[in-house]
T-cell receptor
């Protein structure tokens, strides 16, 4: 079984709809992250969480919100989706203890907003 | 100026060739450096960390030049399976987060 899972894997939604992307991990890591990837722009950080009570904005948090329901779960919400939020979304985890900040990524969610 | 810059490629090389990628970073306070590999439509995966002394893992060699603020990745004896996008990643400094380059696409030809 994969250590970091994301649901759904693909989603098409309409402008104005609310959508939630979910991420779960079995690695026991404290830190979790949400990124989006767009062609030519690379991976950009949306939100990150260093533990259950810690939520931080990344470089492109506008239009998004997150919830860290448990150490193993970190969800990303688009309150009112717009077409320029069409992208590939990745969840990632890392272990505070190692100090190396190697990140382990989920398989991604391909989101299309029409 | 982007914090991490890479030549997007594509680098088209024959099997068995040696290929090198460079990456530059702008924040001199950056602390850790990595190369990640990303296959088409897949998640990024750590290929190797980059240490000041340079490090080697099989056919892959990574080097760091702090004075010039660049990182390199050398792949020897290229295999078809090496075809992927290679992401240069920098950690630390004021952001205390990973900063990803946009990636360099490698296509190894038979």
């Amino acid at each position: 079984d994969a250590d970091v899972t994301q649901t759904p894997r693909n989603r098409i939604t309409k402008t104005g709809k609310r959508i939630m992307l979910e991420c779960s991990q079995t690695k026991g890591h404290d830190r979790m992250y949400w990124y989006r990837q767009d062609p030519g722009l690379g991976l950009r950080l949306i939100y990150y969480s260093f533990d259950v009570k810690d939520i931080n904005k990344g470089e492109i948090s506008d239009g998004y919100s997150v919830s860290r329901q448990a150490q193993a779960k970190f969800s990303l919400s688009l309150e009112s989706a717009i077409p320029n939020q069409t992208a590939l979304y990745f969840c990632a985890t890392s272990d505070l203890g190692t100090g190396l900040d190697e990140q382990y990524f989920g398989p991604g969610t391909r989101l299309t907003v029409t | 100026r982007k914090e991490v810059e890479q030549d997007p490629g594509p680098f088209n090389v024959p099997e068995g060739a040696t290929v090198a990628f460079n990456c530059t970073y702008s924040n001199s306070a950056s602390q850790s450096f990595f190369w990640y590999r990303q296959d088409c439509r897949k998640e990024p995966k750590l290929l190797m960390s980059v240490y000041s002394s340079g490090n080697e893992d099989g056919r892959f060699t990574a080097q760091l030049n702090r004075a010039s603020q660049y990182i390199s990745l050398l792949i020897r004896d290229s295999k078809l399976s090496d075809s992927a996008t290679y992401l240069c990643v920098v950690y630390g400094g004021a952001t205390n987060k990973l900063i990803f380059g946009t990636g360099t696409l490698l296509a190894v030809q038979p």
